[in-house]
């Protein structure tokens, strides 16, 4: 995988620092995740910052993970005394639960403000999450437009601003966009392929092939039913993976002029397969 997929310590800083900054600002922190990988999605520096503070993470993209093992992430969230939910960005009724749930935890902070004089106040939330998690798709659900983010490129300096989701909440412009941790293969394999790393700077038929072989001993049937390849002999065989891979590649048609096999296209078609869910619901981390 390139080398270029690295670790932004610079920005990372930045974006940690502008959290810790606003969190007086807010009521509560919306931690976005990707449910079918919300082990490599999260970085673990936020949990530091943010232990204090109400919050809930969202596992996003819930339409296209798993459900058994979001559940399973779900409920080890909340053995840990963390709130967590799942939701779909794109459906209505996970985003009304979502603001219900969130107006419901901080309704002990309305109240002690309303005590003090301050009725109506409305809930006070930032959105967080590592690019790609669906930040942006989530804050234009709550508000029901589309807001203009500013903050959801990494190094951009600048002043914050409310975006007004109703009445009853008000949500902050995003701040520094924080970074996974690429720490292991593992992680960067799985953030490449669900989209958070951009294809450009990986190497396209590295993340498919090793995806392909990776889903195949997750979800064996799903592979072999969309792909139409053999089943699996040997999961540790690089080689009989590879020749999976290519026999899937000719099965759909991506074959260049003289019959070889167009890997690259097959990679890019695997790849949308994958971010789509069209190959199925998959996860492909569980909790430990
Ligand atoms: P970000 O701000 O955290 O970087 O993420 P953003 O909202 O831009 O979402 C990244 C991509 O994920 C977008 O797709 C978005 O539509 C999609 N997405 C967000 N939430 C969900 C969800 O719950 N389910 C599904 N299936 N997709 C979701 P895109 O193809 O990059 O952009 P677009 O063509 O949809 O605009």
Same mark, same amino acid.
């Given at each position: ?8 310590? /610079? ?10 900054? %606003? +969190? ?11 449910? !079918? $990988? ?7 520096? +936020? ?7 109400? %919050? ?19 409920? =080890?969230?909340?053995? =840990?005394?963390?709130?967590?939910? #799942? ?6 009724? @996970?985003? =009304? ?9 901080? &309704?002990?902070?309305? @109240?002690?403000?309303?005590? !003090? ?35 959801? %490129? ?6 914050? &601003? ?13 701040? /520094?966009? +924080? ?9 960067? +394999?799985?953030?490449?392929?669900? /989209?958070?790393?951009?294809? *450009?700077?990986? @190497? ?16 064996? @049937? ?5 792909? &139409?390849?053999?089943?699996? $002999?040997? #999961? *540790? ?21 003289? /019959?070889?096999?167009?890997?690259? %296209? ?14 199925? !619901?998959?996860?492909? *981390?569980?909790?430990?």
């Amino acid at each position: 995988m390139s080398s270029e997929i690295n670790w932004f310590p /610079g920005h990372m800083r930045k974006a940690l620092s502008e959290i810790t900054d %606003r +969190l007086k600002w807010v009521d509560i922190v919306i931690e976005t995740c990707d449910a !079918r $990988i919300p082990f490599s999605s999260r970085n673990p520096e +936020l949990h530091k910052l943010i232990n204090e503070k109400n %919050r809930i993470i969202v596992l996003n993209k819930a339409d296209l993970a798993d459900p058994h093992i979001t559940g399973a992430w779900i409920s =080890q969230y909340e053995a =840990q005394g963390i709130k967590a939910m #799942a939701v779909d960005a794109n459906n209505k009724g @996970d985003i =009304q639960r979502l603001k219900k749930k969130m107006e419901h935890i901080c &309704q002990p902070i309305l @109240d002690k403000a309303a005590a !003090r004089g301050r009725i109506g106040r409305p809930v006070r939330a930032m959105v967080v999450g590592i690019p790609n998690t669906g930040k942006s798709t989530i804050i234009n659900a709550l508000c029901n437009r589309k807001v203009v983010i500013t903050g959801n %490129r990494p190094g951009v300096t600048r002043s914050f &601003q409310w975006a007004k989701s109703s009445d009853s909440m008000e949500l902050m412009d995003m701040p /520094g966009v +924080l970074w996974p941790n690429l720490g292991s293969k593992h992680n960067k +394999l799985v953030l490449a392929l669900s /989209g958070a790393i951009k294809t *450009e700077v990986t @190497d396209m038929i590295f993340v498919a092939s090793e995806g392909m072989k990776y889903i195949s001993t997750l979800y064996p @049937d799903y592979i072999t039913t969309r792909y &139409q390849v053999p089943d699996v $002999i040997d #999961a *540790e065989d690089i080689n009989e993976a590879y020749e999976r891979y290519l026999s899937a590649a000719k099965k759909k048609g991506c074959i260049l002029s003289g /019959g070889r096999i167009d890997e690259e %296209r097959f990679a890019s078609l695997f790849i949308d397969d994958f971010r789509t869910g069209r190959i199925g !619901r998959i996860t492909l *981390e569980v909790p430990k």
